[in-house]
């Protein structure tokens, strides 16, 4: 039965080949869980994937794009307890699916959201709060060092500010553009990467957040103390950072590619959904966009005036 509001990506390409459209209704199979989903993530890989470029995620169309979620259990397959039903959650989906009413996943993939914790805020965090608390940790941000957070203004950055000022260090941000220079609440110092000489106003740094890529990412590696870690996660450039493990050993430098185990991931998630709820790890939601309006989100975002994280209201 047709009956459901969807997303479907039919062929890769711009954001018009998103178009929306019914889809049949998921049912949850044995140890799954029906979510009817309230908000849908978007990420800046989601926007690749659909453009038909390598990525993490591979899969040809017809699919409903979409991986992370967040909304109420209305139904639980076999071997699942019933009480989980009325349960509000935020899930991965696997990679597809999420740009729709209702998914049904695994119940061991879901997190109850916290008490005090909207569903808005918490599928904001799903993603960008695990990786921003597992960045944090596998650099060991220590009390007086000095970090420089790439993409300050978006999803993860926002959240790395946060996390590093949390952790006693002093943040410098640096952002794409002069209208994002205001957009970085809670950082000592606020540059502009598009600028020519942005480097010398930053001077030297004991950590960088690489998730620019490209000549960015090159660039904030030069400006690293010997002893320093240089997380490297994204490529919002367009390209990695042209940085070998030579490169790093000549300096002294440690890169750190790999945020741990599954299990791990899931404590960076639960630990960033339960500082949510404390107050202490606020994500900037800077867009919301209709779930019919998908194009619209993914074209936002390829543009690059987005700020913080955007999501599908469904």
Known sequence: MWDMRAVWLREFGGPEVLVPGDAPDPVPGPG????EVAFANITFVETQFRAG????????????????????????????????????????TGGSGGYAERVAVDAAAVFPVPDGLGLDAAVALL?????????????????????????????VGSLLVQLA??????????VGGQAKLARVPGADTVVDYLAPDWTSSVGEVDVVFDGVGGEIGTAAFG???PGGRMAVYGLAGGSWAEVSEEDAAARGVTL?????????????????????AAGRLVPVIGQRYPLEKAADAHAAIESRTTVGKTLLIV
Do not use: C, H, W, Y
């Open 127 to 155: 993603a960008d709060g695990r990786t921003a608390t597992g960045l944090i940790r596998a650099t060991r941000v220590r009390p007086g060092e000095r970090v420089l957070v790439e993409a300050a203004a978006g999803g």
């Open 53 to 92: 470029r390598p990525g993490p995620f591979r899969a040809e169309p017809p699919l409903i794009p979409g991986n992370g979620v967040g909304g109420v259990i209305s139904a639980v397959g076999d071997g699942v307890d019933t009480g989980l039903a009325g349960q509000r959650v935020v899930t991965s």
């Open 165 to 174: 000022k949390a952790a006693g260090a002093s943040v410098v941000g640096a």
């Open 223 to 225: 400006l690293l103390r």
């Open 256 to 276: 750190v590619r790999s945020l741990g185990s599954p299990a791990d991931m899931r404590a960076f998630t639960e630990s960033a959904l339960a500082e949510g």
């Open 32 to 35: 799954q869980v029906l979510v």
